[in-house]
């Protein structure tokens, strides 16, 4: 299954998930133009990375395609917390992987072996992002 999917920048809006740099961004603010007498109308479009917090932006046609990527979400326990980084079990095919330690305090504050927290993964990246 693919990570990624097509989307035209003309139908954007804010909140909007794309990928900006090889990273999963969520759409802070997009502005549009109006065509010009030799031009076609351009977005200028500002993100925030999902797993990273960086602020990109960039600027293109309406009518080009950018790629939205496809963000799974899923349940799973804490089993160990081993310094900067959090082991997890996936409840649904019970695999194990490490993620890096949230930076949200009130989320980190939470953390505790056998806790359930929801996950987002994306192109190769994992976050925490809420315990339940």
């Not at 961004?25 to 200028?44: C, D, F, Q, V």
């Not at 939205?68 to 089993?79: D, E, G, H, L, T």
């Not at 917390?81 to 695999?95: A, H, K």
Request: hydrophobic letters at 35%.
């Amino acid at each position: 299954m693919s990570e990624i999917k097509p989307v035209e920048i003309g139908k954007l809006k804010k909140g909007y998930y794309i990928v900006i740099d090889g990273e999963p961004s969520r759409i802070l603010s997009i502005e549009k133009s109006k065509p010009g007498k030799h031009g076609s109308a351009k977005a200028r479009i500002t993100a925030i990375g999902v797993f990273t917090n960086k602020r990109r932006s960039i600027v293109s046609p309406v009518d080009a395609m950018i790629e939205a990527p496809i963000i799974n979400k899923r349940s799973c326990q804490v089993i160990s917390l081993p310094g900067d980084f959090i082991q997890l079990m996936d409840l649904e095919t019970y695999e194990v992987f490490e993620v890096p330690t949230p930076e949200d305090e009130e989320i980190k504050s939470q953390l505790e072996t056998g806790k359930e927290v929801e996950v987002w993964s994306s192109l190769g990246y994992r976050k925490i992002v809420r315990v339940k």
